[in-house]
């Protein structure tokens, strides 16, 4: 079982970088089939560096809502210590290109990861299509991160300023003067867990139109990139 970049097969069909970023919307059976037989690995890439950006815009208007500060308990740091690393957290959290590079590596990093586990299903259940064929399956779960994007810059315009305050004496951190509303709390999880089924979705019908699997292997498929892709979200509600 080899990680080969791509497959060849006998047939072709053409596909554009539209067709591409509206599959999510279309679910369209051909170019499922088209991104297997041939995958474009130049339109994963636009998707990623589109999805990353919404993403990045969306944790920017949330941490700009974050009042840190540093305190140091008992200790003797001096004031001008504190202060720096005030700015030094202010400039990894608020520098709109490094949240960006942030969201572009952890985006890459999940998307990796989860095609080779996807392209692993694939091959046990005896469906067609290489790594590249997977990983270009797993870079349309970029169109919805821009909805997840959109609702966290939405959150982080509307809620209230949070204090955050950091003490480096004792390693701990506390949100403090205020919180995400509730309502807003239940409207967030309400859109990702839409986001999540969507995902799932998009990965059912490529393994059965894309991969030629049967709608078994393909729910199974489906069921497991679910697990994985949300594996944080179950970890901490254990």
């Not at 003797?76 to 960006?100: D, H, Q, R, S, T």
């Not at 810059?153 to 919180?179: C, H, K, N, Q, T």
Request: glycine share 10%.
């Amino acid at each position: 079982m080899g990680f080969e970049i791509s497959d060849e097969f006998g047939e072709e069909i053409p596909y554009s970088l539209s067709d591409y970023l509206l599959q999510p919307v279309r679910l369209t059976a051909s170019t499922f089939r088209a991104m297997v037989v041939k995958p474009k690995l130049k339109y994963w890439l636009v998707a990623l560096l589109i999805g990353s950006a919404f993403t990045g815009l969306g944790l920017w208007m949330l941490f700009q809502k974050l009042e840190i500060d540093i305190v140091a308990g008992g200790s003797n740091i001096p004031e001008e210590a504190l202060e720096a690393a005030k700015g030094m957290m202010n400039m990894f959290l608020k520098n709109p290109a490094i949240i960006y590079v942030e969201a572009l590596i952890s985006e890459l990093f999940i998307q990796v990861v989860a095609a080779v586990i996807l392209f692993v299903l694939v091959k046990l259940m005896s469906g067609e299509g290489g790594f590249s064929a997977a990983l270009m399956v797993m870079g349309l779960k970029n169109i919805p991160s821009i909805l997840s994007g959109i609702l966290l810059a939405y959150v982080g315009f509307v809620m209230p300023p949070i204090r955050w305050e950091i003490d480096i004496s004792s390693g701990s951190a506390a949100g403090l003067g205020g919180s995400m509303p509730r309502s807003l709390e239940i409207q967030q999880g309400a859109l990702n867990m839409l986001v999540s089924l969507w995902t799932v979705t998009i990965i059912y019908m490529a393994c059965r139109h894309g991969f030629r699997m049967g709608k078994g292997s393909s729910f199974i498929a489906a069921a497991v990139m679910w697990i994985v892709l949300n594996f944080t979200m179950l970890l901490s509600l254990i």
